[in-house]
């Protein structure tokens, strides 16, 4: 990882292209993660391991037990196919 020119910002590159940016909003922290995706990337295989990720990062905040990743693939995976498939219209 390493700074961002812009405040509050960490890139990072090994096989992806990850981004995190911290921002402030009413005294809380924002955390928003870009993945830019290669040319030849599958967002319908990538999209729903980010969402099960994330949904188990807010999990193990609340103290909640962790969600079951057969919940997210393949049953989002249409979803994403479709996303990508309008980004390359």
């Known amino acids: 990882?390493?700074?961002?020119?812009?405040?509050?910002?960490?890139?990072?590159?090994?096989?992806?292209?990850?981004e995190a940016w911290l921002s402030e909003h009413d005294g809380t922290t924002e955390l928003r993660f870009v993945h830019h995706l290669d040319a030849d990337a599958n967002a319908a295989e990538v999209g729903p391991g980010w969402e099960y990720y994330l949904d188990r990062l807010v999990a193990s905040?609340?103290?909640?037990?962790?969600?079951?990743?057969?919940?997210?693939y393949p049953a989002q995976s249409a979803y994403y196919e479709?996303?990508?498939?309008?980004?390359?219209?």
């Open 1 to 18: 990882m390493r700074a961002s020119p812009a405040p509050g910002g960490l890139r990072g590159r090994r096989v992806r292209h990850l």
């Open 82 to 89: 479709q996303q990508q498939t309008t980004v390359e219209a």
């Open 61 to 72: 905040r609340a103290g909640a037990p962790p969600p079951d990743f057969d919940d997210y």
